[in-house]
């Protein structure tokens, strides 16, 4: 519980000197349940994750209520001069897409990497 304490705390220190979120984004705090996923599961570093991003939508899963999430790079979002202020924004440009899964509202969270495509 202190790792991943220490781990919020750090990155939220990291997003705040390295990217200003815009007036959409600005009330987004990295859920604590998404943290630890992607801290445990793929094993990603407060420094990792300053270059990404998260937007939501909300839906159902078996009947019960979850948030469809999708974690992006939103420096190579910028870079490519992509707005992205909400989930449907990536449907036009999945490059940008790192992560996409869903959120139960009781907490358990279901995530995948997106594969990169690489074109010989």
Known sequence: ME?????????SKIARW?????????????????IKCLQNEFHLLPEDMTSLQWVTLS??????????????NHVEAHDNGLNINSYHDLDEHPEVV????YV????PV?????????VV
């Open 59 to 72: 839906g159902s899963f078996g009947g019960f209520s979850v948030s469809v999430v999708r974690i992006f």
């Open 104 to 107: 139960f509202k009781d907490g």
């Open 110 to 118: 279901h995530l995948r990497k997106k594969e990169s495509l690489v």
């Open 3 to 11: 790792t991943t304490h220490r781990f919020e705390s750090l990155l």
């Open 98 to 101: 790192v992560f996409e899964g």
């Open 18 to 34: 390295r990217w200003q979120p815009s007036p959409a984004e600005d009330h987004q705090q990295w859920p604590v349940n998404l």
